[in-house]
């Protein structure tokens, strides 16, 4: 039996100035997964609806942190990375899930969560 160590670490927000508690909470804080399985991540903030913006990074031993997913309740991006490994779930503004599907040895890292507030703004190009 081969078992691959997920770490969840620190949440993050992304509010220029704040300090002291996020309001942000992920579970597990640690996750065994044995090789092939799932590994599902929660991460729920108690700010109000309007920080809607949720992100999943990971950061692998030795290599600078990853934008694996950003997500709303009505969209998903994950960029560069494969759909058929990753999963992201956000129905409501307050809370989302991250899962990481079939894993291997690769997959072992920090993964986190952060959440940000949308500001309403939009950029027109001419």
Known sequence: MISI??????SLQWTPGFAGD???TQSPTVLWVEKGNSAEMNCSHNKDASYSQMYWFRQQQGKPMELIVFTTTSTKDFGSFDQNK????????????FTVMNVESDDSALYFCAVSEHSGIVLLHG
Do not use: H, Q, R
Not at 5 to 10: G, H, P, Q, V, Y
Not at 86 to 97: C, D, N, R, V, Y
């Open 5 to 10: 160590i997920i770490t969840l670490t620190f």
């Open 22 to 24: 996020s309001g942000v």
């Open 86 to 97: 990753f999963s992201a779930i956000k129905e409501k503004p307050e809370s989302g899930s």
